[in-house]
């Protein structure tokens, strides 16, 4: 495992924690028990209980230290415990919880603030999660059409591969079976196209469509780059037919890929946009931003959320938000990205079982020709962690104040895993 360099042991004396040369202590934490005979086992989780974390670094309940590339997938964007959101926090803790949406919470006006001075949103709706937020943005998508333009229009057109969520719309809206299965009768109003098939989207769009909804960078589909002049036809139809645009941001948003919101890379305005994830450094929230015009689908009693745009959780989103633009992290995780892709790419050069290497900022893919399931754990055994997104492609999701160093070390264990993992495969 890596030793701890001097700024983490600084950073971890401040938390009070020990390094003792294998990892650190964990005293008082609890072990993994290995069987949670009273959770749902709707998770496959890997056989690691991770206790601490500082920066780019957690530790496990027995000493061994990792460095992280997964963020909580794509969460904890600031690193891990970050000390200014830990304060405003901390602070907020001593004052007031909850009071629910029926008071004045300002809080919500300063981060309402800052995400539409910073984006060509006008409105914001605080919920709790990306599913949340999605859920959000299709209701508001059909009350507008229904309510205020009084068309009845209903219909989201999404694509295959994509991914909006778990909850019964969002998963049907999701371009994924698998995470169907099991769940019928779906709710209706949804249908799904192959990304970059033009004509298909064409022919999907009806008289009760009411919108196109898509990702910037499909993440969880294997972190599938939408095409500048397939995204342009979008916009171009959505104007031509009356549509409603919705950039679907809970994995691409907050300076993941080098722009605070990844549509900004590309020159358009959506009507709706989500965010949710990298929004308040794993303290639960989500947000759902529109177009000015949207304000009045949404009256009073059409939509809410008891725990969104809380006390805690509006401090938490203000203090993330104001560090990343104080520290310029999304320009600081476009050139972090180019860095490591550009390593990637130079340390996988000679080994044709690497199919692509592809992404925006500090998310990235690398594509192999078979399952990589099995160099996920190998690299966990190295003190490396990342995911998958599908069966075939690795998934890099570092916080963006990784140091090159530390994106160093990151690529030299995994080009080890990769290279020792085709010439097994190979051999056999």
């Known amino acids: 495992m890596s030793k701890l360099t001097q700024a983490e042991n600084h950073s971890l004396k401040e938390l009070q924690v020990a390094d003792t040369g294998a990892g650190i202590s964990t005293a008082g934490q609890p072990a993994a028990s290995g069987k949670l005979e009273h959770v749902f086992p709707s998770y496959a989780r890997y056989d690691i209980s991770l206790v601490k974390g ?4 957690v530790w496990d309940d027995k000493g061994n230290k990792y460095l992280d590339f997964t963020s909580g997938l794509a969460v904890t964007s600031l690193g891990h415990a970050p ?3 830990g304060e405003k926090l901390k602070a907020q803790i001593d004052t007031l919880w909850h009071v629910s949406n029926l008071f004045h919470i300002p809080g919500q006006d300063k981060v309402a603030e800052l995400l539409t001075a910073n984006s060509c949103a006008d409105q914001v709706f605080f919920c709790n999660s990306g599913a949340e937020s999605n859920e959000a943005a299709i209701k508001l998508a059909r009350r507008y059409h229904q309510k205020v333009k009084g068309t009845g229009r209903y219909e989201v057109i999404t694509f295959q591969q994509s991914f909006h969520g778990r909850t019964i719309a969002t998963l049907t809206a999701t371009g994924q079976q698998k995470v169907k299965d099991g769940f019928l009768p779906l709710p209706e109003g949804f249908v799904t196209v192959p990304l970059h098939d033009l004509p298909a989207l064409e022919a999907a769009i009806g008289e009760n469509t009411a919108a196109i909804m898509l990702e910037m960078v499909l993440a969880e589909g294997g972190v599938l780059e939408v095409q500048p002049e397939f ?6 139809l959505c104007k031509q037919h009356g549509l409603l645009l919705i950039v679907d941001e809970v994995q691409t948003g907050m300076g993941r890929t080098g722009k605070l919101f ?33 304000r009045e689908a949404f009256t009073p009693g059409s939509h ?6 809380t006390p805690l959780a509006t401090a938490a989103i203000a203090a993330t938000i104001e ?56 690299g966990q055994s190295k003190g490396l ?3 998958t997104a599908g069966t075939h492609v690795i998934r890099l999701l570092p916080n963006l104040y990784v ?26």
């Open 403 to 428: 140091s090159k160093e530390e994106i160093r070390q990151a690529v030299d264990i995994l080009s080890d895993l990769i290279h020792t993992y085709a010439n097994e495969h190979q051999a056999k």
């Open 83 to 85: 000390e200014k959101v």
């Open 262 to 294: 990844a549509h900004q890379h590309y020159g358009i305005e959506p009507d709706i946009f989500t965010v949710a994830k990298g929004i308040a450094s794993g303290f639960p929230a989500g947000v759902m931003l529109a177009k000015g015009y949207l």
């Open 54 to 57: 500082k920066g780019s670094w």
């Open 385 to 387: 962690l990342f995911v």
């Open 231 to 236: 995204l342009n036809s979008v916009v171009a």
């Open 304 to 309: 809410a959320s008891t725990f969104g745009g």
């Open 323 to 378: 560090t990343m633009l104080e520290d310029n992290l999304p320009e600081r995780a476009a050139e972090s990205g180019e860095y490591l892709t550009g390593l990637l790419k130079e340390k996988l050069a000679d080994c044709p079982f690497v199919v692509d290497i592809r992404g925006k900022g500090l998310l990235i893919g690398i594509e192999c020709q078979s399952p990589v399931g099995e160099i996920v754990l190998a």
